[in-house]
């Protein structure tokens, strides 16, 4: 079981994109999921996450970005709207995973992440 991430690449300030997030290799079960990024020189921070439906979002990308999932797919996506260089940084997708009917335990898990570039 592995996250796959995709969109990404460049936009101009003002533009939009949309970040999608799969899950592959048939999991039995996926709680949270959410987004993460870390700019050049940064920590890693929360974006947003999803849980049953239930959306957090960073103060500072209220009303600009959105979470939203596919609970038939396992995919979350982040919709990113009027960019700006600020939001320029590798988008990571995060998970916590079931494998299996079995295992009753949650393992969090990490996408390869991908990168937003935003021209100034």
């Known amino acids: 079981v592995r996250l796959v991430e995709s969109g990404g690449g460049v936009a101009l300030p003002g533009g939009s994109q949309r970040l999608s997030c799969d899950v592959s290799?048939?999991?039995?079960?996926?709680?949270?999921m959410a987004w993460y990024r870390q700019a050049p020189g940064r920590q890693r921070e929360l974006v947003a996450s999803?849980?049953?439906?239930?959306?957090n979002y960073a103060d500072a990308v209220k009303g600009r970005f959105t979470i939203s999932r596919d609970n038939s797919k396992f995919t979350v996506y982040l919709q990113l709207n009027r960019l700006q260089p600020a939001h320029m940084a590798i988008y990571y997708c995060?998970?916590?995973?079931?494998?299996?009917?079995?295992?009753?335990?949650?393992?969090?898990?990490w996408g390869q992440g991908t990168l937003v570039t935003v021209l100034s």
């Open positions: 290799g048939d999991p039995y079960s996926v709680r949270r």
């Open positions: 995060n998970a916590d995973i079931q494998y299996s009917k079995v295992s009753y335990d949650y393992v969090e898990l």
């Open positions: 999803i849980t049953r439906g239930i959306t």
